[in-house]
């Protein structure tokens, strides 16, 4: 059913329809930063005119084999993190993971995330065309549990303190010795 698909998928972050997108993760930065080191696999690949689209399915597939490694370590800490770990691994096993070379419009604002409630997340691997805005492969994975969060605790994107609230949830989740 496309036509509730997208009416729930207006829920999560496509509400926004004043101020700078609500679940963006990463803000473009002013300077352009050091790129995270990449994997052997992702440079082997890189653009070869040729082949535009083997670099995104490999960058792709680099946010994908990431998220599934934060899935194990969510569940082993159990609680809030092992919920929405559940999300994520729901959403991966049913590929409705979808990472997308950059952010996209959504009315007249640009997102860098979003989610439905039936576990469906978009995520921009970067954040615009001219490199300035490149997202480390943390930063991605840490998009995508803040939705995953969003869908896992029903809490609507758009205001600030929901925000908070995820944002809360998700950082007590990958703070380090736990
Ligand atoms: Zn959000």
């Not at 729901?90 to 604002?109: H, N």
């Amino acid at each position: 059913m496309p036509g509730l698909r997208w009416s729930v998928r207006l829920i999560w972050c496509a509400a926004m329809s004043v101020g700078f997108v609500g679940c963006v993760r990463a803000k473009p930065k002013p300077a352009p930063v050091p790129e995270a080191p990449r994997s052997k696999e992702l440079v082997a690949s890189e653009p070869s005119a040729a082949c535009a689209a083997c670099a995104e399915q490999a960058a792709s597939n680099e946010v994908i084999r990431a998220l599934a490694q934060r899935v194990s370590d969510l569940k082993a800490r159990g609680g809030d993190c092992q919920a929405y770990a559940s999300v994520l691994e729901g959403s991966l096993a049913a590929r409705r993971i979808v990472v997308r070379p950059y952010m996209w419009r959504v009315g007249t604002q640009l997102a860098s995330a979003q989610a439905t409630s039936t576990g469906e997340i978009d995520v921009a691997r970067d954040v615009d065309a001219l490199n300035v805005g490149r997202r480390s492969l943390d930063e991605v994975v840490h998009s995508v549990e803040h939705e995953a969060a969003h869908i896992a605790f029903a809490i609507p994107s758009g205001t600030g303190w929901n925000e908070l609230l995820v944002d809360e949830r998700v950082g007590g989740c990958r703070r380090t010795g736990l």
